[in-house]
């Protein structure tokens, strides 16, 4: 799909770069096709008998990931996060194994994240709440953001990632945060300089009052911003201000209140790649990677 087929499609074609298999080799665990495994790691990874980028990788036992994960940040391959996260082979699949975030994108696993939409009903229309992420956050630093998104760390749900980031990144109660609903569950798959990242995402959507006033509590995030939802719209139309994935669920949301048209060519379009990515390296096709 050409990148200038409209302005939203192109944050679409933007979040799915990936073209398999690229300089990766297909890797496994436990025999099950998993991810795709970066050419940094190739010589480490023979050499630890897992196998040759001819015939692709296999962890044998996943369940030694995380001793993995830590070796390989102390050698050097990655920065740790300090943040461990589920593995599983693809979407809807049982938990193998877990590993620190930062080593996700080397071996090209699905990871999980939440967004939170905060919206303001007012007089003159629906009003959504942006943050600015910090300028010494490691990724996307300055950019706009979500009021609550984050990864799920492992062994939380969804639910559970929501209202832990909600606390931390905005100070919003458990109680407030606990009647978000969620809206949608997006994927991509994406080259990004720390690796292939293939991302579902957790929508929701929370209703706020008027007189809600974030406030950052962890230093993620440097100011808060309540824009009318058609600014919003404006930004991801004709800028790339927001964070790469913010603009995703944001297209999500013009599509469900009708700033984009859902029964239009564009909009079928868009909500077929929301839903099912436009890689096939996207999570929920798993059949690429056997």
Known sequence: MPSNASPFLRHLT????????GARAPLALGGTPSGWLAPALFTRMEKAGFGTPDKG??????????ALGEELAQEGFY???????????DMDQPVVGRIDRGALPLFGFVATGV????????????HLWTGRRAA???LDPSKLDHLVAGGMPAGHTPREALVKEAAEEASIPAVLAEQAVQSGRLVYALDRAEGLRRDILYCYDLYLPE?????AADGEVESFTLLPLTEAYRIVRDTDAFKFNVNLVL??????????DPTS????ALRTGLDRGLSPASPGRSAVLG
């Open 265 to 268: 060519a564009e909009g079928m």
């Open 251 to 260: 297209i999500d949301l013009f599509l469900r209140t009708g700033l984009i």
């Open 14 to 21: 933007d979040c799915n770069t990936v073209i398999l298999p």
């Open 79 to 89: 920065k740790s996060h300090h943040e461990l996260f589920d593995v599983y082979p």
């Open 115 to 126: 967004h939170m939409n905060g919206l303001v009903r007012k007089a003159d229309g629906l």
């Open 211 to 215: 007189s809600f006033e974030p406030s």
């Open 57 to 66: 990788f296999n962890i044998p036992h996943p369940s030694g990931l995380e």
């Open 136 to 138: 010494n956050k490691r």
